[in-house]
């Protein structure tokens, strides 16, 4: 997921590929104000997606946080 990688830039040409330039696909973008990895928080986020802002929760606590994993379930249960 490195900007620039061949993953992001095959991601990248698809979107432009779409309407209005925005992903093909439904994004969801868990980020926080606390993580201490993917910074500037901004940066995890992409242009088109939902992204949600859970604050003060760092970046690999965010896997376990119970509104990331209910949110994702619901996201999940809303394909059945």
């Known amino acids: 997921m490195r900007e620039g990688s061949d993953w992001m830039e095959g991601l990248q040409a698809s979107w432009a590929e779409g309407s209005a330039g925005l992903p ?3 994004f969801t973008c868990w980020y926080s104000n606390a993580d201490n990895i993917v910074m500037p928080p901004s940066s995890g986020t992409l242009r088109g ?3 949600r802002l859970v604050q003060g929760v760092g970046h690999v606590a965010l896997a376990q946080w119970p509104e990331v994993i ?5 996201y999940l249960d809303e394909g059945t």
Do not use: M, V
């Not at 209910?70 to 619901?74: N, P, V």
């Open 24 to 26: 093909p696909h439904r």
């Open 49 to 51: 997606a939902d992204n």
């Open 70 to 74: 209910e949110g994702t379930l619901a």
